[in-house]
């Protein structure tokens, strides 16, 4: 069914695309024409399909068995000033997954300015905007030296769940106003505010979650097995059948059962292929949950239960939260930037669930229009975040001496990803003699800022590298970093002190490139760890790594690359392992290089599995605008029951795109 889809939205594309064709024969002769269409108006851009088939033997699917999207990416350009670009993506994924996939949205832009509409995403600093997508509108404005920029929009969408995959649905404003250009000074200053809508996820709603057996389990015949489940808003008692026909009738277990999560049950026959439990709410049978899939019950068969990862669901974990940030970035340049500061920071107001209660402040203490912005609750936290460079340039010396400062309770929600409590000075320094480089580091890192742990950790480290072009055909480099952790607690089952030193060589020699053997790589690593922490005594650990890679060419369209690696390691003295690794990858190329072939095949040995890989891919340019990519891969992996099993994994995709 999903190729028969895949294959409709190809021949769409391939229609598409033949449209298109069309408008550009008559853009041409309007073009010829000198019409005013023609030299004013013009459509660029790609558009495409992708489909994909999943299959795996041995272990649970690791992604969907079947998907297909469909991507539209038209740029219009109008009179040569301003250009709007579209983006759509269609994806099979998009409705399944926790935040919705699909994609669509137009970005016009002009010499000093874009505008957003539909899906996108803006970059304001790494504390207060970044890395999230917005769905909604946005505009950002750069006329002269002076720069506007405002966003709002929703970030998430509500899901019911739990705090690993649950959310509230979420709306973000966000605003930036400043003076100056990127490249030399400017000062910008940022503010936000995010707000989960509370209503948006009903937590009034009952629900049972079976647990276990949910599928693919198997039961003998007169042992005592466990029928586990949780429930949200489940005060009364509990119902159990079994369905052994696939879930077209049932028979009862047990009925008006107290509701506590468990209940053990003794199998009985007849034996099933297409057994099903179902747990129901005795006032209110239509609350309920059914094994998501068969399960076997059988005599003279080793049971077997299939862990479920949904095993916990509470709708309370996720909690709707509020933030509010004010931020500045900027960066002032000197002395024709052989001296520049950079900096940005922000202060952020943080409520972790809406729904707790109103703090009663004092109106003295706060001004009235600050707790009309944003109402103070219980948990409510603020504090502030800053990262400033020193950079110094000056011919071939560079020096960056930085100090970043996180708070422990700063959070902004129009960043991606931010850790907090964190202390950190550092200092760079490179410069270059004649055909050498040469780099030192040096960061210090703590935290518990604010003293509300019971010990600090820090962490020191020290980076150097060499870089030099030897000979005309031989470049080499080495590079060390070493890595020191401890903290100061005087309890020494809390106790950590850990280091790590890593020593790193890289030669390339560039040999003959008209000729077989045109390049050799040669890298090699040693890294030495010792973690002296109480509960990881003796575990010191040495890892030495070798990799060789050799280019061929057998002729003008026909290449290869073989490489070979061996990492040998040691740990506790007594646990070792060593690991050899070999690939080979063709690449041929045929019909003017409109038709490009690869076969990589690699293996990775050692003592407890080992993994083959085999993966074709091949594209073809059917037009200057028309391309077509097939990819299919093959993996076995064999290995002993704690290490993953025994699986077969095999991976086939297709993709049309078209440029215009």
């Known amino acids: 069914m999903y190729m028969k889809n895949l294959f409709y939205i190809l021949l769409s594309m391939l229609a598409i695309s033949n449209f298109i064709y069309s408008q550009e024969d008559i853009n041409v002769t309007q073009d010829s024409s000198s019409t005013f269409l023609g030299k004013n108006i013009k459509l660029t851009g790609e558009i495409g399909a992708y489909g994909e088939l999943y299959s795996i033997n041995g272990q649970p699917d690791r992604r969907p068995n079947s998907t297909g999207r469909i991507y539209f990416r038209p740029t219009l ?21 926790r935040q919705s996939i699909n994609q669509f949205g137009i970005s016009p832009s002009w010499s000093w300015g874009t505008l957003h509409l539909g899906d996108f995403t ?28 405002t966003s709002a929009g929703f970030t998430q969408r509500s899901v019911s769940g739990g705090a690993q995959d649950g959310s509230f649905k979420r709306f973000l404003f966000a605003s930036k106003i400043g003076v100056g250009k990127e490249e030399s000074s400017f000062i910008d200053l940022i503010f936000l505010r995010a707000k989960d809508e509370i209503s948006s996820l009903d937590h009034t709603a009952k629900s049972i979650n079976l647990i276990s057996p949910n599928g693919n389990d198997v039961l003998e015949i007169g042992t005592l097995q466990s ?12 119902k159990i059948e079994l369905s052994r026909d696939g879930g077209n009738t049932f028979e009862q277990i047990a009925t008006n059962l107290p509701n506590v999560s468990y209940f053990n049950w003794t199998v009985t026959g007849v034996p099933t292929f297409q057994a099903m439990i179902k747990v129901s709410a005795v006032d209110d049978p239509t609350i309920n949950d059914i094994s998501n899939y068969y399960f076997t019950i059988g005599s003279g068969v080793q049971s077997n239960i299939v862990s479920n ?15 509010l940030v004010v931020g500045t970035k900027g960066k002032v340049e ?62 071939s010396v560079n020096t960056k001496v930085g100090y970043k400062r996180i708070g422990p309770g700063y ?29 030192l580091g040096y960061i210090h890192q703590n935290d518990n800022l604010q003293d509300q742990k019971l010990f600090t950790t820090g962490r020191n480290i020290i980076t150097a590298a060499i870089t030099s072009m030897i000979m005309q055909k031989w470049n080499a480099s080495i590079s060390a970093n070493y890595l020191n952790m401890s903290n100061d607690t005087k ?43 109480y509960f990881q005594s003796n575990n010191k650990t040495a ?21 070979a690696g061996l990492i040998n390691s040691n740990s506790f003295d007594t646990l070792k392992s060593f690991t050899h690794n070999y690939a080979i990858v063709f690449q041929h190329s045929i019909l003017q290089n409109k038709l490009i072939n690869s076969l990589n095949l690699s293996t990775a040995i050692n003592e407890d599995n080992n993994t083959i890989r085999a993966t074709l891919s091949s594209g073809y340019q059917l037009t200057f605008a028309d391309n077509f990519a097939l990819l299919i891969s093959y993996l076995k992996f064999n290995g002993v029951t704690n290490s993953g099993g025994k699986f077969n994994e095999v991976i086939a995709s297709l993709n049309y795109s078209h440029r215009f």
């Open 122 to 149: 803006e970059e304001y600093s790494q504390y207060t905007l970044s890395g999230i997508k917005i769905r909604g509108a946005g505009i950002n404005i750069k006329p002269g030296i002076f720069r506007f920029s």
């Open 491 to 533: 309890n020494d089952s809390l106790k950590t002190e850990f280091g790590s030193f890593v020593l790193s060589t890289n030669q390339s020699f560039m040999i003959d490139q008209q000729g077989l053997l045109r390049n050799i790589n040669l890298n090699y690593a040693f890294q030495n760890s010792n973690n002296q922490s």
């Open 411 to 439: 959070n902004s929600l129009g960043t991606s990803y931010l850790i907090n409590d964190v202390n950190e000075y550092s200092i760079f320094n490179s410069f270059r003699i004649s055909t050498t480089g040469i780099m």
């Open 227 to 238: 029928i586990k489940w949780n429930s949200y808003g489940v005060a009364g008692a509990i």
């Open 334 to 395: 000197f002395l024709e930037n052989t001296l520049s500061l950079e900096f940005d920071g922000g202060g952020s107001v943080y409520t972790r669930d809406l729904r707790s209660t109103n703090l009663d402040l004092d109106s003295s203490d706060i001004p009235e229009f600050l707790t009309k912005l944003y109402k103070v609750k219980v948990g409510t936290n603020y504090d502030f975040a800053f990262n400033t460079f020193l950079n110094f340039n000056y011919k």
């Open 543 to 563: 890892v030495h790594s070798l990799n060789l890679g050799l280019g061929l060419g057998f002729m003008e369209n026909l290449s290869a690359t073989v490489s």
């Open 77 to 97: 350009e109008l009179f040569g000033l301003i250009q709007i670009p579209f983006e759509f993506l269609l994806s099979t994924e998009g409705s399944s997954a």
């Open 309 to 323: 990862y949904d095993e916990i669901i509470n709708p309370n974990s996720v909690t709707p939260q509020e933030n």
